[in-house]
């Protein structure tokens, strides 16, 4: 028999493992402070497609993806389709606990 995992306390924002790992990987290659973190989880409360992007952009960090001036700072989906990867996009309609 499964425990029934608890109901989050209100105001907090429950995701997966795998986007957590996608979203502290982003916020390391991007240098975020607590502050830049708390501003995008509020950005993902609201708008569940930013979820896409983060884990789109995880996914081109993890395909040597890096802007520079020599490169001419790419987008990230100009780049992912350069070097033919598809984004993300299972996360924009799920529903997760706020």
Known sequence: MKCPLPKPA???FTVSREFAADFAYVA???HW???DIA???EVIKKD???MDYIATLALAYHNWYGPTE???YPRVYSWL???KLEPVTKYGDVTVSI
């Open 10 to 12: 209100p105001g907090t």
């Open 28 to 30: 390391q290659m991007e």
């Open 39 to 41: 501003e995008f989880k």
């Open 48 to 50: 569940r497609r930013m």
């Open 81 to 83: 389709g350069e070097v």
């Open 70 to 72: 020599a490169n001419g």
């Open 33 to 35: 402070d607590a502050a």
